[in-house]
Structure formats: structure tokens, C-alpha cells
T-cell receptor, first 113, second 112 residues
Framework: DGGITQSPKYLFRKEGQNVTLSCEQN?????MYWYRQDPGQGLRLIYY???????QKGDIAEGYSVSREKKESFPLTVTSAQKNPTAFYLC????????????FGSGTQLSVL | KNQVEQSPQSLIILEGKNCTLQ??????????LRWYKQDTGRGPVSLTI?????NTKSNGRYTATLDADTKQSSLHITASQLSDSASYIC???????????FGTGTRLKVLA
């Protein structure tokens, strides 16, 4: 199946710990995004990457880091500097055609122990 | 400021009834507007896309409208089904950027 795969579905972080969320796509899309979703709020952009080996900070990048070494993969690390990491994290890739359609993964729920 | 506002925040209807969700935006320059459906604990899935020149577009029981002059869009759901229970998110993309502005969504609950 073509699409975006996020793992794990659920993740728990201990105090002072860094955790990494995986995002893999087989849609051959150049652009990929990481969003954070909190109850009652719209999706907020953490990081985005338009092409391999390039990425830009979004609106709420503090406490997060990313890498884009391969076109298919865009992992997100939630560092210990992120003091309120509990949220639903969504990875997306963008159709390179006219539609600019975003394709989303099924999300990772991160909670703090 | 680029914003997308949706109403109502939540809605409960009986199965088989129709409903209309609203989206107002102040995003500029405007490229297109999408409606997404998000089931609980899942990623959003695109329902429709509206460009500047389009007024109405249908996708099965979903019909989206766009008034570019008043910067308003609506999503009409006909003959609702239990599986329509989800959050519906309005998303506007800005021309010339790779960024999207998301509304907070309308949470729809369809009761049997």
C-alpha cells in the first residue's frame, strides 16, 4: 500500500529523556511535515522539509529536532528541552502536483510518565 | 493575521439528517481550501479541494462551497451516517508558500 507510516502508535517519555518518532513514506513526495495536535487547537507546524538534506523550523520548533537524510524518512526527536510534550503528533507529505494535497500518517500519541 | 475559524465547535445530529459546517478564513494570498475528515486517533483524510474559481464541489454525500469574496466555505453532509462521526477540519494554503493554516475543527457526532 502507498502511504505514510508513523511509529510507534503510542509512546511514553520519562523526565529528561529524548524520544524519536518515526515517519516513512513511499509516495515519492519531496516535501514532508511534522505537526502537533492538542485538544481544541488546530494543527501547529513543528518542522517541514522541502527536499532531502534540507529542513526549516515551523511555528513551534523549540524542543524538537529533525533530520532528512533520505527522501522516504523524516524522523522527529522530542528532546528533554520540550517541557510539555504530551500531544498527538502527525507526519504528512505533500503531493508535488497542482493539488498540493497533504497525506497524513496515522499519528503518534506521546505522553509523559 | 492568517487565520481559519470554524463553527460550530461541536454538533450532534440524528442519523439520516443533513448538516452544514462553516469555515471563515483571513488567509492571504489564497491558494486553495481543503476539507479534511479526521477520525479519533487517526490522521486527517482529504475530502475536497476548492480553488479560487470554484463555487461548489461534491464528493458523494459531501458538498463543499466557497465564496472567495466573503472568504467563507461550507461543508454540507447529506443523509448522515454513523460513520460520519469525526472531526472536520478546514485547511487553507497560502499561495507561494509551503505552509497550511488549519482551523480547530468541528466535532460531529451522529446518533442512531
Amino acid at each position: 500500500d502507498g502511504g505514510i507510516t508513523q511509529s510507534p502508535k503510542y509512546l511514553f517519555r520519562k523526565e529528561g529523556q529524548n524520544v524519536t518518532l518515526s515517519c516513512e513514506q513511499n509516495l515519492n513526495h519531496d516535501a514532508m511535515y511534522w505537526y502537533r495536535q492538542d485538544p481544541g487547537q488546530g494543527l501547529r507546524l513543528i518542522y517541514y522539509s522541502q527536499i532531502v538534506n534540507d529542513f526549516q523550523k515551523g511555528d513551534i520548533a523549540e524542543g524538537y529536532s529533525v533530520s532528512r537524510e533520505k527522501k522516504e524518512s523524516f524522523p522527529l526527536t522530542v528532546t528533554s528541552a520540550q517541557k510539555n510534550p504530551t500531544a498527538f503528533y502527525l507526519c504528512a507529505s505533500r503531493d508535488d502536483g497542482f493539488s498540493e494535497k497533504l497525506f497524513f500518517g496515522s499519528g503518534t500519541q506521546l505522553s509523559v510518565l | 493575521k492568517n487565520q481559519v475559524e470554524q463553527s460550530p465547535q461541536s454538533l450532534i445530529i440524528l442519523e439520516g439528517k443533513n448538516c452544514t459546517l462553516q469555515c471563515n478564513y483571513t488567509v492571504s494570498p489564497f491558494s486553495n481550501l481543503r476539507w479534511y475528515k479526521q477520525d479519533t486517533g487517526r490522521g486527517p483524510v482529504s475530502l475536497t479541494i476548492m480553488t479560487f474559481s470554484e463555487n461548489t464541489k461534491s464528493n458523494g454525500r459531501y458538498t463543499a462551497t466557497l465564496d472567495a469574496d466573503t472568504k467563507q466555505s461550507s461543508l454540507h453532509i447529506t443523509a448522515s451516517q454513523l460513520s460520519d462521526s469525526a472531526s472536520y477540519i478546514c485547511v487553507v494554503s497560502r499561495s507561494g508558500t509551503y505552509k497550511y493554516i488549519f482551523g480547530t475543527g468541528t466535532r460531529l457526532k451522529v446518533l442512531a
